[in-house]
């Protein structure tokens, strides 16, 4: 049986927070990282896309907007399975708590959007270890679209421009991300991932938060006090 | 879960399969220059040469850096890459298409590193069926001559080192070869993969394949 179909026997806790780009699970995962330290807790904070191996190769291919859906899919897999050994495996038996920004299920909802089989992308990460807490970050793509482009036009991939669903970048933005929510949706049920309205205050966000990890890791042993 | 027939043209799609030292390369050449001589349109595609992938590959082998499982993804994202602007463009416009090497390749190396032999046949799913799979079958005290006649050398990973079957390079390299065949001996059977014994004289072997080919063009 695949290792991401059952639950993981390591010492340590994973956590993850998931949701398109502008949904503020960056500031929240980092709120949560920094409460943790100064609990005196061992906790490692991971980004998706960070392993040194391949983002260059990535970079370098999305520069030349070469790769098909499938080859990308299979790109970041490379990326994830080199970062779950030396990264994530290894902090996990030594009992860390490690936080995850975007876990397999960013790759679930971007390769499907990109018509990429879902089964076969489910498939591939069944080697991931699966998390024992996942928080899912609903907002809408309009929203999201508004809090990351104040400044800047959107990206050619996160507009999902290699797909051609319009030639405005922005228009384009809100079509490719909708198609992200929609799976996103549908993996709510799926794998249990807790929901959070991502309209709600920073505070608010991280209160429910820090309730529901206390709660996971007093069941796991380890307390955190005040 | 079943391979997809060829279903991009025209054109059609061998593969020469075998381990390093079993003459693949040299059937590969002899074929290429038989059937251009025929007068057909033929491409080569060698495993890991995609030039967005390969290097990495190279790069982590040579770094030791990698775990099989980024090893197994990493080959098949060159595959793919391969495939999609290589492969099946080629296919598409009618060529003959020789593989040295083929998606069967990643099975048995796959498999003798522990994974699990459906995880990786998925991984591999979308991948156009050859229409002929030619397998040269060499048992592992030749090839271990013929190695070391040709690289003074047994290779790190074609001896099986990075899984720690023997520190002797040596006892390594004819424990993962055995491995590798017994793999390849499944596959046989699984995919109907004309079989030829490698150690005959090179001729030979080509003559055989010349056959099989011509009754496909």
């Not at chain 1, 906790?43 to 998706?48: E, G, I, M, P, S």
């Not at chain 2, 590969?28 to 290097?55: C, F, M, P, Q």
């Amino acid at each position: 049986m695949l290792r991401f179909s059952k639950k993981h026997s390591y010492q340590g806790v994973l956590i993850c927070v998931e949701g398109i780009d502008g949904s503020g699970k960056s500031t929240q995962i980092e709120l949560l990282h920094s409460f943790l330290k100064q609990k005196g807790i061992d906790v490692v904070l991971t980004q998706w896309n960070s392993s040194e191996l391949i983002s260059k190769t990535t970079k370098k291919a999305k520069k030349k907007n070469l790769l098909s859906g499938r080859t990308f899919s299979l790109l970041h897999a490379v990326d994830f399975a080199d970062r779950l050994e030396r990264t994530i495996k290894p902090a996990l038996k030594a009992g860390f708590v490690v936080l995850a920004d975007r876990y397999v299920y960013t790759a679930f909802a971007r390769d499907v959007a990109r018509d990429v089989d879902p089964e076969w992308v489910r498939n591939m990460y069944g080697f991931a270890i699966k998390p024992d807490m996942t928080f899912y970050f609903d907002v809408s793509p309009k929203d999201s679209l508004e809090r990351i482009c104040s400044n800047r036009q959107p990206g050619f991939y996160e507009a999902g421009m290699d797909m051609k669903l319009s030639n405005n970048p922005y228009k384009s933005y809100v079509l490719f991300q909708n198609r992200i929510v929609e799976q996103y949706k549908k993996m709510t049920d799926e794998f249990g991932l807790i929901k959070i309205d991502a309209m709600q205050t920073i505070r608010q966000k991280q209160e429910f938060i820090r309730k529901n990890v206390s709660e996971l890791l007093n069941k796991r042993g380890i307390h955190i006090e005040g | 879960m079943e391979i997809k027939k060829n279903q991009n043209g025209e054109g059609l799609l061998i593969v020469i399969e075998g381990t390093d030292g079993s003459g693949k390369s040299t059937q590969v050449n002899l074929l290429d220059e038989y059937i251009k001589y025929k007068g057909y349109g033929v491409a080569v595609s060698e495993w890991k040469t995609s030039r967005l992938i390969s290097g990495v590959i190279n790069d982590a082998k040579e770094r030791n850096l990698l775990n099989t499982t980024t090893f197994s993804l990493l080959y098949a994202a060159d595959y793919t890459d391969r495939l999609e602007n290589e492969i099946i463009p080629a296919l598409k416009a009618g060529f003959v298409v020789l593989m040295d090497r083929y998606i069967y390749t990643a099975f048995v190396r796959d498999s003798v590193r522990g994974h699990d032999i459906n995880w990786v046949k998925s991984l591999y799913s979308f991948a156009p069926k050859p229409d002929l799979v030619f397998y040269l079958n060499v048992p592992p005290d030749i090839l271990i001559k013929r190695l070391i006649a040709k690289n003074g050398v047994l290779d790190y990973f074609e001896s099986g080192r990075d899984i720690g079957l023997s520190v002797d390079t040596y006892n390594s390299f004819e424990i993962y070869q055995k491995r590798c065949l017994e793999e390849y001996g499944k596959l046989k059977k699984e995919y109907g993969f004309i079989e030829l014994d490698g150690t005959k004289p090179k001729e030979e072997i080509h003559n055989i394949i010349k056959a099989e080919v011509d009754k496909l063009l």
